[in-house]
Every structure is written in C-alpha cells, then in structure tokens.
C-alpha cells in the first residue's frame, strides 16, 4: 500500500473521478493541441525572452561531480569483505542494492573508482547460493530475512551488465542472477518481490530493465511488457503501485521510462496518452520524496506476511528522464523548470545526527537526481522526422508537430515597446524635459532672459533629482 501523506508530485490520481466532478475538463490525451502547434506541458509565455530557459551544460557537470564526491566520502569497508554504502549514507554498515547503486553511478558516468573491485567482491560475498533454483543466484535486503528479492537482484543485475563484469572471475555470477529473476517471474507475466508475491508495477519495471541489459529478446521479456501495458487506456494511461491502485507520477514515469528502454520506437495512442497525463500532473517545483510500503506474501494472498517492504520514491528527476525520452520530443518549457529545480537542489553530505527528516542524505534521492542529470547529458538534439536549422552561431531543432511553420514563427521575438510603462517610470524627467524646453523657447523668442531661465528650472531640476533618488533605493517594477 502507499503512504498516505504522499506529496504532490507524487500522489494518486484518478481521472475517472476527476471528469465526474468536472464533465468540462478533459485529460491530457484529449485536450487538443494548441494552436500555436504546442504540446500539454508546454508554457505558451515561454516565448518571451526573459522566459527563455537554458540548459548549461557545465552546471549540469558540476552538479554531476558534486554527487559522486558524495558517493566517494561515504563510501565504508564492510566488516568481511569488500566495502560499499547503505542506503542512508550517514550508516557506515554497506548493503548490497545500495553498494550496486553507487558503483553504478560512476560506471554510468564514466569515471573510474578507486574501491570498484571491493564493491564487486562484496556483491560476490553477498550472492546467494542454494539448492533452491527460487534462491540461487539472487541478493536479500536486510529486511527480507535472508530470502533474495527482486528489490536488490535486479538492481545488481542491471549494474552488473552496464559494468560489462560478466566474464570477470571475481564478480558476482550474472548468469545465475539472470536466471533467478526469470525463474521468480510470475505467471501472469509480472513480478513480486518474489514469485508468489503479487506482481507490482515498480518491481516488474526493475525486472525488465535488467533483463533489458542481459537479454532483451528473452520470452519474459515480452510477457513482463504486457502485463504493464495490457490494461492501459487512452482513457487510463498512467500507472500505480498495482493495476487496481490509482496513478502517481513516480510509477508512471518509471513505466515509461521502463518501456523507452525495452520498446524505443514504440508511441501507440496508449503511450503518448500516457506522456500526456504525466505533462499534465507533474508539478516541476516540488522536490520531494515518498515510500511506498507493502507487506511481501511469497506463498500468495492468502498467506500471512513475512516482512513489510519500502520502496523509496523521488518523482520529479524520474519524471525528467522519462519526458526526456517523449518520441515527439521533450516538452521544453516544463522540463526546463523541471531541470532547474534539480539543479539548484544540492547534493549534501550526511547528517550525523540521525536519521534525516527531509531525505537528502539518502543514496536513492542521490541517485535518482543523478541518473536523470545524466539521462539530460545524453539527451539527442534531434529525433526523426525533426528539422535542422544550423545557424551560424546556434543550431535550432524545429520539432516534426511544427514542422511545417516557419523558422521566425518558432524564435523568441523581441519585446514590443511600452510608452505608457516608459512614461510611468520616468515621468519626472519627461516633465523636467518639458519645462527646460519651454523654458529655452522663451529665451529664444526673447519673452525673458536666461536669469529667468534659471530660475524657471532649478526647482524642477531638485524635484526630478530627489524622485530619481527615491526611485533608485526603491526594487525595480
């Protein structure tokens, strides 16, 4: 079940009830586009200037290094073997997701760890081996009472196949983790934390972002894609915890960023419906976290639970990486403030003190910022069907909905002159302006002297320059 108190970002939605309060509003999906060719999402004042959001890419490495500097002070040797990170990284007690989460973000990055082959050897340690063909070769997480789990194994697995490490005799065994996690499938095509569990959205989108990395043309493979797609609807695009739960954002972006990977070419009415409604719900300021709960039943429904799980949740970086990856292009102006958000949000060392109340020590919220930073670092300028216009200092990517307008119609245009804001803002010179110029007509047609002239002006003159005075100290309109 999820918590209650879920933030914005995250919390369900049902639009079902929300076109029965409202019969005039309509989903994302119908909502016809503007007529200025845009997207939902996109922010039709964006056009002006001063709106125009960048994306510098300097920053964006800077706030990268910032995160594995992090990783690199946090980083604990295990009492045994090897060494990693737990997932509150003021613990200094490694555990295996959270060790195979931090040595994936710096083979995902591409930089070089000092403590790779601890990290690897630990994993190994902590490999499960069994006569059980439902054990062998998976990982447990401290709370699953020694049983290995989707939860942890496919997160190895998936870092294990990107660290190409599969021939390297001290690694973990990747085949018999490829094998664990299609044995623990469920029959319905899904996954639980094991099989028997009851198959849940966000673990059968770790499952098959695995199996994406070891073999994507595996049969599972195909069957884990259907029970996540087959009860969706242009009317009912997005995702939750379970089929029956209502959608949230971090459940939806994981499924679609899940199926980009497994299904790249693939923008069915079902898909792009789906993008749509997470355009519409996603508020790209909120920078929170959630945790998702549930209780594991391994011998099914029927069954007692053996242990409570808890999935940590951050929406907004997910919902970037999967708008990233929208195949009619990303929505610009909402994931521009989107990035910004992220981007001003530090990546903070531990707190010593305890548990942190706001989540920014946790390697997931680490994590998942850094994982949509990098997804933005590759991020191609141009899809098909797109336009090309090189420039000789910018190059300009016409999206193919707008494809056909012309260049100038897609360009920021300059602002129009105001008169009136410019009369109201310096009123008190245009009126000193019209007294000296009064004034110098009067000595021109010799209606008095320049002794009146002064005198004419000078009291103008200390007015004007007290009100600019006063105008200066006061914060511009």
């Known amino acids: 079940m999820n918590t209650p108190n879920a933030p914005l970002n995250q919390r369900p939605w049902r639009t079902d009830r929300l076109r029965r309060s409202d019969p005039t509003r309509r989903t994302a999906r119908s909502r016809p586009d503007r007529a200025d060719g845009g997207r939902p999402g996109d922010d039709p004042s964006a056009g002006r200037p001063q709106d125009v959001d960048r994306l510098d890419m300097a920053l964006l490495h800077q706030v990268l290094d910032a995160s594995l500097d992090v990783l690199r002070d946090t980083y604990a040797p295990a009492d045994g073997t090897g060494g990693g990170w737990y997932h509150e990284l003021a613990r200094p007690e490694p555990g295996s997701t959270a060790t195979a989460l931090g040595l994936l973000a710096f083979t995902a990055a591409g930089r070089s760890f000092e403590h790779f082959d601890a990290g690897l050897a630990f994993l190994a340690d902590r490999q499960a081996a069994s006569d059980d063909p439902l054990r062998d070769g998976g990982w447990a997480t401290k709370t699953s009472l020694g049983i290995p789990v989707v939860e942890a194994t496919a997160w190895i697995a998936r870092f294990l196949a990107v660290a190409r490490c599969g021939l390297r005799p001290d690694a973990p065994d990747l085949r018999r983790a490829h094998q664990w996690l299609l044995r623990n499938q469920n029959p319905d095509g899904g996954w639980g934390s094991l099989r028997g569990a009851p198959s849940r959205t966000w673990l059968t989108c770790l499952a098959l972002r695995a199996l994406a990395r070891l073999n994507p043309y595996d049969p599972a493979v195909g069957r884990g894609v259907e029970w996540l797609t087959a009860d969706r609807t242009a009317l009912r695009p997005a995702w939750g915890a379970t089929p029956a739960d209502l959608p949230t954002v971090s459940h939806t972006a994981f499924a679609l ?100 109340a706001n989540g920014r020590t946790s390697l997931w919220t680490l994590w998942w910022r850094l994982d949509a930073l990098l997804e933005l670092a590759r991020m191609p300028l141009a899809r098909s069907k797109d336009v090309l216009h090189w420039l000789p200092d910018a190059t300009v990517v016409q999206r193919a909905h707008a494809r056909d307008r012309p260049l100038s119609a897609l360009l920021p245009s300059r602002p129009r002159p105001d008169p009136l804001r410019f009369v109201r803002r310096y009123w008190s010179s245009l009126l000193l302006a019209g007294v000296v110029l009064s004034a110098l007509g009067g000595v021109a047609l010799r209606a008095w002297g320049w002794r009146e002239f002064w005198l004419s002006v000078i009291i103008p003159m200390a007015m004007t320059t007290a009100h600019e005075s006063l105008r200066r100290r006061r914060p511009a309109e």
Not at 306 to 312: E, F, N
């Open 257 to 356: 960023v899940t199926l980009a990977e497994l299904r790249p070419r693939r923008n069915d009415e079902r898909l792009l419906a789906a993008y749509d409604w997470l355009a519409e719900h996603l508020d790209p300021t909120e920078d929170l976290t959630w945790i998702e709960t549930y209780d594991v039943m391994p011998h099914g429904p029927g069954a007692a639970p053996i242990w409570r799980m808890a999935l940590w949740h951050y929406g907004l970086p997910l919902a970037v990486t999967a708008l990233v990856n929208d195949p009619r292009g990303a929505p610009g102006p909402l994931l521009a403030r989107a990035v910004r958000t992220l981007l001003v949000t530090e990546a903070d060392p531990p707190s010593w003190l305890g548990y942190p």
